[in-house]
């Protein structure tokens, strides 16, 4: 372990945690730590299951929650990381309006808590798990990341731009350099049962509709997971090698920069399975935003960003991968 760049992923046992300290993990010049509570928002064996593939002599994980500050400051203190991934959060627009407690207590408390314990044992930088959901409804597209986020739709949306905001103040006040990563729905294998498109194959298999929200009419910047945990990756590398002046803060937005309307992908879903989904068209949900479509001509200045996988491939990469995960014909 001596030598090694030390990286703390928040979040490890979670889709894009899981993903990230995969990828890091390649490079033997990394010693991974992950921290995760292993709650049951949705299937806790497949949070078990991306941990099982973690197993390496690199990797070291803990089970805690972050809203416990001395568990955090304690271990902050131990190991003296040089880079954090915090993708520790309370996720889904949603589940947000039923139970926004949690969204408090893992999204502000607990990002609070680990901004506490680095303002003392200070990383070289963070990597904050934002959302484009801070953008709310927007008009203009593409969207930049100076665009207006005063007005979250959800309170899923309002707990991530509190943790930007506090990222910006304890950049300024206690000096940490921290990077608002701002994903745009995120897919591919070992994904969220509570997104599509899990959610969809998993009611098909079922015999359940699925319920179209907005009429189909919604549109989403899809992201597949290996472009997002490349650029992830491919961002780390930068600011080790100094490629990137590492600024005080700075937002910026993870995306294809291509939006796909839900119609579409849901063809594409329907096209994989060679099946039709059982549809109930709805209308547009409290906290749904309209359309979401990002520019992404920052994240390409700062490293060569080509995102390789479209959404025919990537939900054809998920459709594979949940058949053969769920033992599916
Ligand atoms: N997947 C997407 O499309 C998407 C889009 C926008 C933003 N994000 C953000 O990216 C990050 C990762 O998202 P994901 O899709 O991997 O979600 P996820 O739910 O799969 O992963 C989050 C992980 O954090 C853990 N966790 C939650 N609260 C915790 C706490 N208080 N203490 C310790 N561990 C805790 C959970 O057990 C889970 O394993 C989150 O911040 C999420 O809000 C994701």
């Known amino acids: 372990m001596k030598n090694k760049i030390k990286i703390l992923v928040t979040g490890c046992a979670g889709f894009i945690g899981y ?10 010049k990394f010693v991974v730590y992950g921290i995760d509570n292993l709650n049951n928002y949705y299937d806790i064996k497949l949070k078990y299951k991306r941990l099982s593939l973690l197993k390496n002599k690199n990797f070291k994980f803990f089970k805690f929650d972050l809203k416990d500050k001395k568990k955090i400051l304690s271990n902050v203190k131990s190991y003296k990381y040089n880079y954090i991934f915090h993708l520790a959060a309370q996720a889904g627009v949603r589940y947000s309006i039923e139970n926004p407690q949690k969204y408090f207590d893992s999204n502000i408390t607990g990002y609070f808590n680990l901004l506490e314990a680095c303002k003392i044992f200070k990383p070289k930088l963070i990597f904050l798990g934002s959302s484009s959901s801070v953008y ?16 979250p ?19 300024q006040i206690y000096k940490l350099k921290i990077v608002c990563l ?43 997971i290996d472009d997002t945990v490349n650029t992830l990756y491919d961002l780390l590398s930068s600011y080790i090698s100094r490629k990137n002046v590492i600024l005080p803060y700075e937002t910026i937005n993870i995306a294809r920069g291509k939006p796909e309307k839900l119609k ?40 060569n960003y080509k995102p390789k996988i479209n959404v025919n491939l990537g939900i054809k990469y998920f459709v594979d991968w949940y058949k053969n995960y769920h033992n599916k014909k």
């Open 182 to 224: 701002r994903f745009f729905t995120v897919y591919g294998p070992y994904g969220r049962p509570d997104m599509t498109p899990y959610s969809f194959i998993k009611n098909h298999y079922k015999g359940k509709s699925i319920k179209v929200f907005n009429q189909g009419k919604h549109q989403r910047d899809f992201t597949y």
């Open 264 to 303: 579409v992908y849901i063809k594409e879903i329907e096209k994989n399975l060679q099946n039709n989904l059982k549809k109930i068209y709805v209308e547009r949900q409290p906290g749904d935003v309209e359309k979401t479509y990002a520019c992404i001509k920052n994240i390409k200045k700062k490293i």
């Open 19 to 28: 993903n990230l300290c995969k990828k890091i993990l390649k490079n033997d």
């Open 153 to 171: 739709m959800s309170f899923y949306a309002a707990t991530k731009k509190c943790d930007e905001i506090m990222s910006y103040s304890y950049a």
């Open 136 to 151: 709310g409804d927007q008009n203009s597209f593409p969207i930049k990341e100076n665009s207006n986020t005063d007005k």
